[in-house]
T-cell receptor, first 113, second 112 residues
Framework: AQSVTQLGSHVSVSEGALVLLRCNYS??????LFWYVQYPNQGLQLLLK??????LVKGINGFEAEFKKSETSFHLTKPSAHMSDAAEYFC???????????FGTGTRLLVSP | DVKVTQSSRYLVKRTGEKVFLECVQD?????MFWYRQDPGLGLRLIYF???????EKGDIPEGYSVSREKKERFSLILESASTNQTSMYLC???????????FGDGTRLSIL
């Protein structure tokens, strides 16, 4: 069975600081990996996806994530946080068959001025 | 852009009522999904459908059913609503196998 662990239900950073949101996955087969963002009272929006091409994946809004098979990790980073980045972030994993998504429990990013 | 539309943003119903949540997508996607989202639990899959009239149980199907009579529409049905079904419900659709799921804005359902 696949699973995702997101370390830290809340992460606080100052505006301009590095953002690092952690995601570790468990999968018995090569996975597809995704990061989604959810702003208040909205659905989920895709930030980026890994589907076995380059291990460093660039997404929207300046975010990127690196697939590290040896560490079973797919951490999300952004060099400089902006106030508008405050939201909840979800990491998700799927197999390459039918591709049901398994989500982590989410990390709420708080950005202070 | 893919558009996934959920019929209601907020809904208040009473225990025992039969509740219908509707979802429509405009991209001719084969696959559609219903999730519920609860604080600290993330998103959990209730049901999914990979074709018209086809459905599969997800991780938490108890108390729910679904209907997919047309490709673009996927309905979630609470047969007899209970207070523990108060939650945010999210619909998603997906096209081909290596494409991501696209989500609607969600329906916040309260059962009183």
């Amino acid at each position: 069975a696949q699973s995702v662990t997101q370390l830290g239900s809340h992460v606080s950073v100052s505006e301009g600081a590095l953002v690092l949101l952690r995601c570790n996955y468990s999968s018995s087969v090569p996975p597809y990996l995704f990061w989604y963002v959810q702003y208040p009272n909205q659905g989920l929006q895709l930030l980026l996806k890994y589907t076995s091409a380059a291990t460093l994946v660039k997404g929207i809004n300046g975010f990127e994530a690196e697939f590290k098979k040896s560490e079973t990790s797919f951490h999300l980073t952004k060099p400089s946080a902006h106030m508008s980045d405050a939201a909840e972030y979800f990491c998700a994993v799927s197999d390459r068959g039918f591709q049901k998504l398994v989500f982590g429990t989410g990390t709420r990013l708080l950005v202070s001025p | 852009d893919v558009k996934v539309t959920q019929s209601s943003r907020y809904l208040v119903k009473r225990t025992g009522e039969k509740v219908f949540l509707e979802c429509v997508q405009d991209m001719d996607h084969e696959n559609m999904f219903w999730y519920r989202q609860d604080p600290g639990l993330g998103l959990r899959l209730i049901y999914f459908s990979y074709d018209v009239k086809m459905k599969e149980k997800g991780d938490i199907p108890e108390g729910y059913s679904v209907s997919r009579e047309k490709k673009e529409r996927f309905s979630l049905i609470l047969e007899s609503a209970s207070t523990n079904q108060t939650s945010m419900y999210l619909c998603a659709s997906r096209g081909s196998s290596n494409q991501p799921q696209h989500f609607g804005d969600g329906t916040r359902l309260s059962i009183l």
